[in-house]
């Protein structure tokens, strides 16, 4: 997906390195797209090399993929760029697919930043099952998105919800462009699958986490129970739970302050 990001942020691709550290991957949640990252992007400012991708399914020319070949092409990413090992941050989905990374390519991962993480089974509601079923899983998941496309079409009720939820008319648009994609559809329902079916393995595989990690809570997500950040820091070996008061689920757009700062304190100085 061609995006075009705002002034001091790129959406795709990598911004320059300051020559020591190790670079950023940072993996968007679902629906959402490279573009999420923009605010956290702009608050680093240069100080790190970020690499900011759109996920398969979410590209506009790949499938859906599973948490391992999300995994993969999150790897495949690095390898584009001569990326040996990165700090990886995750949104929501996006941070399973870190998670993921972080236990299955040890190697590849020097510090994870888990934001507003959907990694393990406590963080399913009973409505992530039912998106999961076949037909009406299906049939909600395209209602849901395409309901949210046509609001967002409407520039007075977008600039409205850019009031109420604090993020970025810009970003609404290209949020508009992404979900009225039937390919868009497909990616949402395919992802509910694969939380329903793969969270359990990956939460097998948790406690090999080795990376030092970092998860950030919004304190008032409806989308991710509090409980289930709270749990996935004792399932992570030291890991370190930090609540933001401003942000509920869209800890990247509400609170871009609090990531950029947890990743640059993940970061060799």
């Known amino acids: 997906m061609a995006l075009s990001p705002p002034a001091g942020a790129e959406a795709a691709g990598a911004t320059p390195?300051?020559?020591?550290?190790?670079?950023?991957?940072?993996l968007h949640g679902q629906p959402g797209s490279a573009a999420d990252w923009w605010p956290?992007?702009?608050?680093?400012?240069g100080a790190v090399r970020t690499i900011a991708i759109d996920r398969p399914g979410?590209?506009?020319?790949?499938p859906a993929r599973d948490l391992a070949g999300n995994a993969q092409a999150a790897l495949a990413a690095l390898d584009a760029h001569g990326v040996d090992r990165a700090l990886v941050?995750?949104?929501?989905?996006?941070?399973?697919i870190a998670a993921w990374l972080a236990a299955r390519h040890p190697e590849r991962v020097s510090a994870l930043v888990l934001a507003a993480p959907a990694a393990n089974v406590a963080s399913l509601y009973r409505i992530d099952r039912w998106l999961a079923a076949p037909v009406a899983g299906e049939l909600a998941g395209a209602a849901a998105l395409g309901g949210v496309g046509l609001a967002l079409s409407v520039a007075p009720v977008r600039r409205r919800i850019a009031a109420v939820a604090a993020v970025d008319d810009a970003y609404l648009r290209c949020a508009?462009?992404?979900?009225?994609?039937?390919?868009?559809?497909?990616?949402?329902?395919?992802?509910?699958?694969?939380?329903?079916?793969d969270l359990p393995a990956l939460e097998a595989w948790l406690p090999r986490i080795i990376?030092?990690?970092?998860?950030?809570?919004?304190?008032g997500d409806r989308v991710?129970?509090?409980?289930?950040?709270?749990?996935?820091?004792?399932?992570?070996?030291?890991?370190?739970?930090?609540?933001?008061?401003?942000?509920?689920?869209?800890?990247?757009?509400?609170?871009?302050?609090?990531?950029?700062?947890?990743?640059?304190?993940a970061l060799p100085a």
Do not use: F, K, M, N
Request: charged share 20%; no cysteine; aromatic share 2%.
């Open 40 to 45: 956290v992007i702009a608050r680093l400012d």
């Open 17 to 26: 390195t300051d020559g020591g550290r190790p670079p950023v991957l940072l």
């Open 176 to 197: 508009r462009s992404a979900v009225l994609r039937r390919s868009a559809w497909r990616a949402y329902v395919s992802e509910q699958r694969t939380l329903v079916r």
């Open 224 to 265: 991710v129970p509090a409980r289930a950040s709270l749990q996935l820091s004792r399932q992570i070996g030291g890991a370190r739970l930090t609540i933001s008061e401003r942000a509920g689920h869209l800890i990247p757009q509400r609170d871009p302050a609090l990531v950029a700062e947890a990743i640059l304190s």
């Open 58 to 62: 979410w590209d506009g020319a790949s």
């Open 89 to 96: 941050a995750g949104h929501s989905l996006g941070a399973a």
């Open 211 to 219: 990376a030092p990690t970092t998860i950030l809570a919004g304190a």
